[in-house]
């Protein structure tokens, strides 16, 4: 899928499709940067708690070399953010 057909897909292939094009270092900037926003919500917050363990489990699997399952296991949970 390019992006200008992107508008007619569902927001989570759109996520999946932008996840693909990203280098290993623009998906762990993106994800460091969701981190710092989401420490700036309520710490009690279960939005934020739970975000977070998305984002670190995320940040965990940029960071060691992964299988095919982990792989998939991080192109869902990134498709889920949103960001």
């Given at each position: ?56 489990k995320i940040h965990q699997l940029l960071s060691i070399q992964r299988t095919t399952s982990q792989e998939k296991e991080l192109e869902l949970l990134f ?5």
């Amino acid at each position: 899928m390019d992006p200008e057909h992107a508008g007619s897909a569902p927001e989570s292939a759109k996520q999946g499709w932008r996840w693909k094009q990203m280098g290993n270092e623009e998906k762990t900037a993106a994800v460091e940067e969701e981190i710092k926003r989401v420490h700036q919500l309520p710490p009690k917050s279960s939005y934020a708690c739970h975000r977070l363990r998305v984002l670190t489990k995320i940040h965990q699997l940029l960071s060691i070399q992964r299988t095919t399952s982990q792989e998939k296991e991080l192109e869902l949970l990134f498709s889920g953010l949103h960001i």
